[in-house]
């Protein structure tokens, strides 16, 4: 394992696109949270914007504004990292140098593991010192009272880098492969969603892949605005315990069946 990482550490840890990919993220993941005082004056039924920085709102204020983070800037840099070995034929010559497949595959699994535990942990970090600074105190019980939110995100950060890594593999051109992952998850999810709606019905509509994986960090003042339940602007989440469940088996059927492809392609 260890050799393994080393190996993914010497083929990109020069690369400026990884790089700048990562100082992004590192940099706007805290920043996002600024945004929350650009957020004009809401209703009185709604929370004031103290609850973006105190405990235990800030878990998530952080982790919705997070999870945009790790869609594009964690994403982005896996299918980099898969298709410009495609391109430069890198995948190719590690297997004929002796690697298998399954350890390959294996390797770019680990990583993307790896990458949702740093993002992981980075959203801790952040989310306790925006919380304790801002009065909540930096014990225990603010890290555990927050319905689940940081198994939450991790789960998270594992299915949007899971659903890059099934991208990167079968597409492996890198530009259209960001063009897709990006479409998708903003545009075709929705459309497609809307469509089972109008011709299938309401049953099974949230299912869908990346839709569940934002419901484990939604928007936050869906929680609060009880009120668009009950207008024409209905707001359906996946609860949380059904999200993750479903997200789970989304996440492990992209790793299979990505694997499996590649057992079967040609390099």
Not at 165 to 188: E, M, Q
Not at 225 to 237: P, V
Request: net charge positive.
């Amino acid at each position: 394992m260890i050799a393994l990482l080393k190996l993914e550490w010497s083929k990109f840890s020069k690369s400026n696109i990884i790089v700048l990919l990562a100082v992004f993220f590192l940099l706007f993941f805290p920043a996002s949270m600024y945004f929350g005082k650009k957020v004009p004056e809401l209703p009185a039924f709604l929370p004031g914007q103290d609850v973006y920085y105190n405990f235990p709102g800030v878990w998530d204020y952080l982790g919705y504004a997070g999870s945009w983070m790790v869609f594009f800037f964690l994403g982005v840099l896996i299918i980099y990292t898969i298709t410009h070995e495609i391109r430069f034929k890198t995948m190719r010559q590690t297997i004929i140098n002796g690697m298998s497949r399954e350890q390959y595959f294996g390797s770019k699994v680990l990583v993307v593991v790896l990458l949702s535990l740093f993002a992981t942990c980075y959203y801790t970090i952040v989310g306790s010192l925006i919380g304790g600074i801002t009065g909540g105190g930096f014990e225990l019980s603010n890290l555990i009272d927050n319905e689940m939110a940081i198994p939450r995100f991790f789960l998270m950060s594992l299915s949007y880098l899971t659903f890059a890594l099934f991208i990167a593999f079968n597409i492996k051109k890198s530009g259209i492969a960001v063009f897709f992952y990006l479409t998708y998850v903003i545009v075709i999810e929705f459309f497609a969603r809307a469509l089972h709606g109008r011709f299938l019905g309401e049953s099974f509509k949230n299912w869908y892949p990346m839709n569940v994986t934002e419901d484990l960090m939604p928007f936050p003042f869906y929680k609060y605005a009880e009120f668009l339940q009950e207008s024409d602007m209905l707001i359906s989440l996946v609860p949380y315990t059904q999200s993750a469940v479903i997200t789970s088996v989304y996440t492990l059927l992209f790793i299979g069946l990505t694997f499996l492809l590649f057992k079967k392609r040609d390099l």
